[in-house]
C-alpha cells in the first residue's frame, strides 16, 4: 500500500503547484461565492439544495468536499489539487484491499491498484479540480462494494443497511453511481459466486436465480428509478441536451460504439489525451462498423470462456455497464468522449486482463509467472511515466489548451476557450487568432462573433466588433446579450442613436437583464445623465446584486455627487464579487492617494495591476504613490 501511495504521489506531486483552469473551475471554485464561504451551515444546506443548478444534476457531498477545501486552503489551487491527489490514492488502496478480501489474490490485486493509480486516462480525473465528483462518488462506489461483501458473507439488517448508506453517498458524489446496482449483480457471478450457491439449493432455472438476487436489491433499483429521470429532467430544462434533431439516434449509436473501441484502445495506447474530444460531425461508415465488430468479439470470447474464466464477463460487462450514462446516447456538452469517463469502467478491463495473465502464467509454470508480473512491472511504470508527462499538461489553461489543440483536431471549444485565457493574460492578437479559428471551424455559432467583437473591442476595433456582432445577431435577432453587446460597440464607435436603440431592444426583450441595465447606464452617465445612469445601476444590481461592474460604476457616479462613503462602499462591494476585477482596487488606490495614504494605494494599484497589467488608473497612479514625500524645513 505504501508503495502505490509513493508512485502515485511521484506521479501528481507536481499539481501541487498547478493554478485553477478556466474550463467548469469556475463553477465549482473562483466564481463560486458559496464556496467561496468556506464550511458553514448555510454552505451544507445550499450544497444539498440550490448548489444542484450550477451542475445540472445532485452531487452534495462533492461540494461539501470543497467548502471544506476553501475552509482548510482559502483560494489556494495547490490545496484543491492536493485533496484531489489524496482522495485517488485513497481510492487506489481502497481497490487494493477490497479486490484482495474479495478473491484473495495479492498480486493481482496489487497491479489492479497500481494501474488504476498510474494509468494515463485517469490523470484527467484528479488534475482537473472540477473532477473531483469521479474520487468523491468512486470512494463509496468501492466501499460500497466491500461492504456488500460483508452483507453477502453474513446477511442481516445492518450489513445491508450500512451498504445502502454507502450506495447513496455514491450516487451524492456522482449520479454514474446509478450503475452500482448492475455491478453487484455481476460480482454476484464473481467473484462472490452466489449463482453457483443458489443453483446447489432448490432454485430451479438459472433465470430464477438472477431474479432473486436482483429481488435482494430491489431498494437499489428504486433509488435509481428516482435518481436517473430527476438528473434526465434537470439537464433537459437547463437545456445541457442537445435535442433529436440536431444529433440523430443513428448518430448517437455510432458515436457511442466507437467511443467504447477508442476508450479501449487508449487503455492500451494511452497517448494523445486532452480536455475535449469534440463532437464528431459524422463519422466514416468503416468505424462503427469496426468498432461493433470489436465489442461484438469481445463479448463473445468472454461468453465463451465464462465457465473457465468467470470474471472475464463480469470485467467486461462491467466495462459497458458502467459507461453507459456517458457512452453518448444522451449527449452532454460538446465532447464525444472524455478521459474521465473512464474512471470506474476501466477498473473492470484491468481485472479482466490481471487475473486472465495470472491464471495463464500459474498455468504454464514458475518461468512464465515470473514473466507476466514482470512485464506488469514494466507496464505499471511505462504507464506512470506517461501519468507524469499527462498531468505537466494540467498547469494552467495555456498548457492544456495549447496541448488539446496538437493533439485534436477541428476542435472549436478549444480555440474558444484558448483564446479567453490569452485575453486573460492581454495577448489579445493571439486570443483573436484562435477565436477566428473557431468562427471557421463552427460557423453560424453566434457566441463565438460575439467573443470575436469582445476582443476587438478590447484592441479598439470598434468597427470590425460592430460587424461581428450583427452576423451573431442574425443568428440570435431576440438576443438581449447580442443587442446589448452591440449597442456598447457603436456607443464607443461614437453612434450614439444607434447605440440607444440597441439598448432600448436588449431591455424590451429581457427587461430584467444585468447587462443590458448596466451598459445603459454607462451609455446615459457618458451622456451626462447622471441620475438616469444611477437609475439603471441600481436596476443591475437588483437583478444581479453581485454585478461587479454595476457596482463600480455606480460607485464612480457617486463619486461625482460627491458621496464618497457610498462609493467607497460599492467599490468594497465590487471587489467581493469579482476578486479579480482590476478597475475597483485602481479606483480605490486613488482614493487613498487624494487621502495621503500612500501605502494604501501602492497596496490596491499593485494589486489591480497584478490582474490587469493595462489598466491605465494604476499604471498612472503607481508612480505617484511611490513618489518619496516632499519635506520642508522651517528655521
Not at 39 to 66: C, K, Q, R
Not at 147 to 170: E, I
Not at 183 to 195: G, K, S
Request: glycine share 8%; net charge neutral; hydrophobic share 50%.
Amino acid at each position: 500500500m505504501l508503495l502505490i501511495a509513493a508512485v502515485t504521489l511521484a506521479v501528481y506531486s507536481q499539481t501541487r503547484d498547478f493554478g485553477f483552469i478556466s474550463y467548469d473551475d469556475p463553477i465549482y471554485t473562483t466564481g463560486n461565492q458559496m464556496v467561496q464561504g468556506g464550511f458553514t451551515l448555510d454552505g451544507i444546506v445550499w450544497a444539498f439544495t440550490e448548489a444542484t443548478a450550477h451542475t445540472n444534476y445532485w452531487a452534495p457531498l462533492t461540494w461539501i468536499s470543497f467548502l471544506i477545501d476553501h475552509e482548510l486552503y482559502g483560494m489556494d489551487p495547490g490545496g484543491f489539487h492536493l485533496t484531489n491527489m489524496l482522495l485517488h490514492i485513497v481510492n487506489a488502496v481502497l481497490l487494493f484491499t477490497t479486490f484482495r478480501y474479495l478473491t484473495g489474490r495479492l498480486w493481482e490485486s496489487f497491479f489492479l491498484a497500481f494501474f488504476f493509480a498510474v494509468h494515463p486516462l485517469h490523470v484527467e480525473s484528479v488534475a482537473w479540480i472540477s473532477e473531483r465528483k469521479d474520487m468523491v462518488s468512486t470512494l463509496f462506489w468501492i466501499l460500497t462494494i466491500r461492504a456488500y461483501a460483508h452483507y453477502v458473507r453474513q446477511p442481516n439488517f445492518w450489513r445491508y443497511g450500512a451498504m445502502f448508506f454507502l450506495f447513496l453517498c455514491c450516487l451524492m458524489g456522482k449520479p454514474m453511481g446509478v450503475t452500482l446496482p448492475f455491478v453487484l449483480l455481476l460480482m454476484d457471478y464473481w467473484p462472490l459466486d452466489r449463482y453457483a450457491r443458489y443453483r446447489s439449493g432448490a432454485a430451479g432455472l438459472p433465470w430464477r436465480h438472477l431474479i432473486r438476487l436482483a429481488w435482494e436489491k430491489g431498494p437499489l433499483f428504486l433509488v435509481i428509478a428516482v435518481v436517473v429521470p430527476l438528473t434526465y429532467y434537470t439537464q433537459h430544462a437547463e437545456g445541457a441536451l442537445p435535442s433529436y434533431a440536431d444529433i440523430s439516434i443513428l448518430q448517437r449509436l455510432e458515436t457511442s460504439l466507437v467511443g467504447y473501441a477508442v476508450y479501449i484502445l487508449k487503455t492500451f495506447w494511452p497517448l494523445n489525451l486532452g480536455i475535449l474530444y469534440p463532437y464528431p460531425e459524422s463519422l466514416p461508415l468503416w468505424q462503427p462498423l469496426a468498432a461493433a465488430a470489436l465489442l461484438i468479439a469481445i463479448t463473445g470470447f468472454s461468453l465463451k470462456k465464462a465457465g473457465r474464466f468467470p470474471y472475464l464477463p463480469v470485467g467486461w460487462f462491467w466495462y459497458l455497464g458502467t459507461l453507459v450514462p456517458v457512452a453518448g446516447l444522451v449527449v452532454i456538452g460538446p465532447h464525444a468522449i472524455a478521459d474521465r469517463y473512464t474512471y470506474i469502467p476501466l477498473i473492470g478491463v484491468f481485472f479482466m486482463v490481471l487475473w486472465g495473465v495470472g491464471d495463464l502464467a500459474a498455468a504454464a509454470g514458475t518461468q512464465w509467472k515470473k514473466a507476466a508480473w514482470g512485464m506488469a512491472c514494466l507496464s505499471v511504470l511505462t504507464a506512470a511515466a506517461l501519468a507524469h508527462r499527462q498531468v505537466g499538461f494540467w498547469k494552467n489553461d495555456l498548457t492544456i489548451y495549447t496541448h488539446t489543440l496538437r493533439v485534436t483536431e477541428k476542435n472549436w471549444p478549444i480555440h474558444l476557450n484558448l483564446g479567453a485565457a490569452y485575453r486573460k493574460i492581454g495577448a489579445d492578437m493571439q486570443a483573436l487568432g484562435h477565436y477566428r479559428e473557431a468562427v471557421r471551424l463552427k460557423p453560424g455559432q453566434p457566441e463565438l462573433h460575439i467573443s470575436v467583437g469582445d476582443v476587438l473591442i478590447a484592441m479598439g476595433r470598434t468597427a470590425a466588433a460592430i460587424a461581428n456582432y450583427n452576423d451573431a445577431l442574425k443568428v440570435l435577432p431576440e438576443s438581449a446579450d447580442i443587442h446589448t453587446a452591440l449597442a456598447v460597440a457603436l456607443d464607443q464607435h461614437g453612434e450614439a442613436d444607434q447605440a440607444r436603440y440597441h439598448f432600448i431592444e436588449a431591455l424590451a426583450i429581457d427587461a430584467e437583464s444585468a447587462d443590458a441595465h448596466h451598459g445603459m447606464g454607462v451609455f446615459l452617465f457618458n451622456q451626462g445623465q447622471v441620475e438616469r445612469a444611477m437609475a439603471h445601476y441600481r436596476s443591475a444590481l437588483r437583478v444581479d446584486p453581485e454585478h461587479a461592474p454595476a457596482h463600480t460604476n455606480l460607485g464612480i457616479a457617486l463619486l461625482s455627487k460627491g458621496a464618497i462613503a457610498q462609493a467607497r462602499g460599492h467599490f468594497q462591494a465590487a471587489i467581493i464579487a469579482d476578486p479579480e476585477y482590476a478597475d475597483p482596487h485602481a479606483i480605490i488606490g486613488v482614493l487613498h492617494l487624494e487621502k495621503g495614504d500612500r501605502a494604501a494605494a501602492r497596496q490596491h494599484f499593485k494589486k489591480a495591476l497584478a490582474i490587469d497589467p493595462s489598466n491605465r488608473r494604476a499604471m498612472k497612479g503607481l508612480p505617484l504613490a511611490e513618489e518619496p514625500l516632499k519635506t520642508t524645513q522651517k528655521n
